[in-house]
């Protein structure tokens, strides 16, 4: 009788179930996941990342929705991590995007699964990197990721993603001040959706404005950032635009070299691997002191002002320093 197959393996043929039960494990911090998605990591690295981000309300998921059926016109394979804002009372994902893109669902050539952020800063969630080698090593050919949406602290994706895509929308004031403040860097396509609202045109120009005066919004030298206009919700109006510029970076990508690709992929390895030393070393620290049980006095004394968080992370700092020395 031959050996079972793992979550692994399974995912290696393609196997949907095993795919979304190993997404989920990750998302869920089951360090007994590690060992499966060790043996993907070697399988992965072939698949093409698009980031989408930008502020709630400017219809990422809409948009997403319609270059979805763009790669699948084109035959492409898809998967979609969504991020979504975690629900106060499970802690899981609210699910909101999966519901938008709901009409790919019975597509077996698309995977979309939505992760919770659990108050993660930055758009992405800590999983979200393991996620992407899983759907990676699964053999999808191009994988979405597309964040909570919470203005300018969302710049992780520019570490996950070979082009990110910045989304807007006019007449949201103070946004594009916002897009100014953080986002600006990281766009290698900006799309000011909604277009057919009024101060399309002049959105449009602020940002291509800003653009020339912020020398780090372009990520590799000789991609000119690209603005366009879009109705996401009617197919016909600029979304074949998006598409096409997303080929065009990616195919811009591909004219460089690999040392680009291979920039891109340390970036993404270097969080990676800090994300989950820090994870691993919080944890150890922890259980050195005993527990959380320990951690919520220390924050009792914190909010009740018999202690403050700077001499406490320096106490707890010492206490394990002394843990390890001993």
Known sequence: MGAIDSLADKVLKGDVRATAQLIRRVDDG???????????????????????????????????DRIIARFREDGKTVGVLAIDPTSPFSGGAILGDRIRMQRHFLDDGVF??????????GGLTRSTAD??????????????????????????????????????VPGMGDDIQAIKAGLMEIGDLFVVNKADRDGAGKTVREIMFMLQMNSNSRRFDGWETRVVECVATEAHKGVEEVYATILEHKRYLEDRGKDHRK???????????????????????LNKLGGEQVLEVIVQDIVSRKNDPYRASLQLLNSVMNEVSN
């Open 263 to 285: 920039d891109l992929e340390r970036n993404r390895a270097f969080g990676q691997l800090m994300d989950l030393f820090r994870e691993g070393l919080f944890e150890r620290a």
């Open 131 to 168: 996620a992407i080698v899983v759907l990676d090593a699964m053999g999808k050919d191009v994988i979405i990721v597309e964040t909570v949406g919470v203005g300018q602290d969302e710049v992780d994706i520019v570490n996950s993603a070979h082009t990110s895509v910045v989304v807007t």
């Open 112 to 121: 979309i699964r939505s992760l919770a952020t659990r108050g993660k800063f």
């Open 30 to 64: 089951d360090k007994e996941a590690f060992s499966d998605l060790a043996k993907l990591y070697g399988h992965a690295g072939r698949a093409y990342i698009i980031g989408f981000t930008g502020s709630p309300g400017v219809g990422k998921s809409t948009l997403v």
